[in-house]
């Protein structure tokens, strides 16, 4: 390297030579020309005089980047003097943005060069406040996370048009209009006590997954209008009282909803895409508007009003079925979901299982915090790898004594004695077996995890 440093050197130091030779000829020849030929001699000088400063340029550049320069046989010129942009040392004005900089290039003992930055493509910077002008120097930032201190100026991210993904925090009031200058997002997430110029949401077209936290001041969300290809949305809101802008987003794969306020799902029964959803809304009684839903694979609701789910008989395609803290008595409907995985049904009025016989597929169960007694059901349902029959009236666990692939299996607060039939169940890592009338541990005693056992 050190031989082919000097080689450069002194090859640079000829081709100086011979361009001053040139540019001096050329200047000799001058007195001699018509004017119009003197003109177009002068526009050669020029061009030469150009490389003779790019040639006494590249010398001066310090021995890393000619290292790299010689590493790659394509190097012509850096990327930012393609962009017309000379290499200088950054004035942060910033000293969170400094330092966040300054972890993400592991560079502490000296000044930060644009050199230093041009490939980063993701940055996160906690605490920020005051100017952010010196973001305007990552050019090639794809994603963004700040945790704002203060309301702040962000028209700088104008200047970051490669960025994709864009996500703050803050506990102050944001001005988010810069957003209609960065038509190439496609991810952008909030959380603020208050936003400005939330229009400008709409003006992202390309925005494929919007998430929005708190902000509960934000009432009108007809900016969702604009946002053909969203394909992930979350609103953990009480802003939205109507679900109805939501219902027009044809290409949603993903929703994700918490809000105390909203009644009615209906809007969502025209969502044929979607893939997965989660629902908490206390406040709903009726979910046969997602009953056609077809494509689900994934619902997921926490706390509600449901008492009836025989409706969603024809998601075939359901891989994961999680109701809690709801009304729920009869499970019958999962005989028709072949395909379930995961099947949560924690906190509801359940008494019976039979519905989940043949469910041999079955990897998860939660049935904890109910009314069940029998669950000879799960005899046949030797896959499971986890089980949760936390507080309910259950006696006879011989039922589980073939289960070899259980790995976690609580049957805390019930009315248990003997747990003999768990003794060849050598898989087990997590058991939990308490607050029952057993005696006689001795039986499970190769559980690693058995920290709940007296």
């Given amino acids: 390297m050190e031989k082919t440093m000097k080689t450069r050197k002194k090859t640079g130091k000829i081709m100086q030579m011979g361009l001053l030779i040139i540019i001096l000829t050329t200047v000799l020849c001058l007195s001699g020309c018509s004017a119009k030929e003197q003109k177009e001699q002068n526009g050669v000088c020029r061009n030469l005089i150009t490389a003779v400063s790019f040639v006494q340029k590249m010398e001066r550049t310090d021995e890393n980047v000619a290292e790299k320069m010689l590493a790659s046989s394509e190097y012509i010129l850096s990327p930012w003097e393609l962009q017309g942009i000379q290499d200088h040392v950054i004035d942060w004005q910033n000293p969170e943005l400094e330092m966040a900089v300054r972890k993400e290039i592991n560079i502490y003992d000296r000044e930060i060069w644009l050199r230093d930055v041009w490939n980063i493509t993701g940055l996160s910077v906690v605490g920020i406040k005051g100017n952010l002008e010196a973001l305007g120097e990552l050019k090639n930032l794809k994603n963004l996370f700040l945790f704002l201190q203060d309301t702040t100026d962000l028209s700088v991210l104008a200047e970051l048009q490669n960025l994709t993904e864009f996500g703050f925090w803050s506990y102050a009031t944001q001005d988010i209009g810069v957003l209609a200058d960065l038509p190439n997002l496609k991810k952008f997430w909030f959380g603020a006590d208050d936003i400005r110029n939330v229009d400008a949401i709409g003006c992202l077209t390309q925005l494929e997954s919007l998430d929005i936290y708190g902000v509960d001041s934000l009432q009108d969300f007809s900016f969702l209008a604009n946002l053909d ?46 893939q997965q959803i989660i629902l908490y809304i206390p406040n709903v009684e009726d979910i046969a508007s997602i009953k056609d839903l077809t494509h689900l694979r994934s619902i997921v609701i926490h706390k509600s009003k449901i008492s009836d789910i025989s409706m969603l008989g024809n998601l075939t395609e359901l891989e994961e079925l999680r109701i809690w803290e709801s009304e729920i008595e009869n499970i019958g409907v999962t005989e028709n979901y072949p395909a379930l995985k995961v099947l949560d049904f924690r906190n509801n009025k359940i008494e019976d299982i039979h519905a989940l016989a043949g469910m041999t597929q079955i990897e998860k169960i939660d049935l904890s915090h109910n009314n069940i007694k029998d669950i000879e059901a799960l005899r046949e349902l030797t896959g499971l790898e986890e089980l949760n029959l936390c507080d309910n009236h259950i006696q ?39 607050l029952n009338p057993v005696s006689d ?9 058995l920290n709940e056992l007296q």
Avoid: W
């Fill in 396 to 434: 006879d666990i011989s039922a589980l004594e073939n289960h070899t692939n259980l790995k976690v299996l609580y049957l805390l607060k019930n009315e248990i004695s003997d747990i003999t039939p768990l003794q060849d169940l050598t898989s087990l890592r997590e058991l939990d077996v308490t």
């Fill in 441 to 449: 541990y001795s039986c499970v005693e190769f559980v690693p995890y």
């Fill in 229 to 274: 290809n969203l394909s992930s949305l979350l609103l953990y809101t009480d802003g939205i009282k109507d679900l109805t802008p939501v219902g027009n987003l044809k290409k949603l794969e993903k929703l994700d909803i918490q809000n105390a306020y909203i009644t009615d799902i209906s809007p969502l029964k025209e969502l044929y895409n979607l």
